[in-house]
């Protein structure tokens, strides 16, 4: 039978623990949120995070710049919340616009206050097999999710779809981690389905509607899907749901599967900043 893993309850939980720990802080934890332009997608996105953060008593700032912002002018800004003593979590809404270079704006976010984990130190941490200060959040929410059933990861054949900097590669670093056989699929990979069809979970990250049906699947695996698509009107994921269901162990639902989850992730994440900052003052006095 087919468990419909449930990831919105599952964040609830989690929130619900975050909430109570908080309560017990001296001070509140303090995330800011950096969002360039005006895609309506990433306001929702932001929003939602916001409201998620104040929901477990974490403060949080939003920055808002235009469209045309220069990278330079972001980089100060970024500059501004990195040395801020008041800041413990710094997030930039991605996408951002064409014009911006992505790669030296993830590498102006100090690596004690990169909540998403993206910056090339905290990446690099992963990479080379030790504990980045923090994980990017969705790839880490289904790892903690895949633990909380029970479900094996080590020795298991696992297929991520999908190689981008958020989800697909530190997907595959974290199962790799958690000793799973991994294969990284993307835009070019052969024969999809001849690797989907021998893997016993198959997490996709592509964003292309109901891009994995029936035909990619045998031999009852677990699937994560990641991909939030808008089709006329209503949220769905890379995966055919209805179509592949029983053909599946575990599967997760989208909405309510993993988007929950890494906003949780992000919560965390700042808490653990947090608590981190706070051992480095009691150290040193404070975060310089
Ligand atoms: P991206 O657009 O950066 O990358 C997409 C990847 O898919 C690329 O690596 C590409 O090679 C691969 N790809 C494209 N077409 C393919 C095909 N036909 N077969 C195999 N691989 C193919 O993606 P992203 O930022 O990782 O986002 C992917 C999806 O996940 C999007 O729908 C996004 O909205 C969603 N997402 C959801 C969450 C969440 O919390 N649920 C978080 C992040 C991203």
Known sequence: MTVILDGKGFALKIEEELREKI???PSKPKLAVVIVGDNPASQIYVKNKQL??????IDSITI???KDTSDINLLNQIEILNRDETIDAILVQLPLPDHINKSSVLQAI??????DGFS???LGLLFSGSEPVSLPCTPKGIIKLLKHYNIPLEGRNAVVIGRSLIVGKPMALLLQRENATVTLAHSKTQNLRDITKKADIIVCAVGKPHLIDSSYIS???VIIDVGIN?????ITGDVDFDGVKDMTSYITPVPKGIGPITIAMLLENTYELYNFHQKIRAQ???LR
């Open 110 to 115: 100090s690596p004690i206050k990169d909540v």
């Open 23 to 25: 309560l017990s802080l």
């Open 219 to 221: 031999g009852n695996p």
């Open 52 to 57: 998620a953060a104040k929901r477990v008593g």
């Open 64 to 66: 808002e710049l235009p």
């Open 230 to 234: 808008r089709v006329e009107g209503k």
């Open 120 to 122: 090339p130190y905290n």
């Open 284 to 286: 040193y006095g404070d």
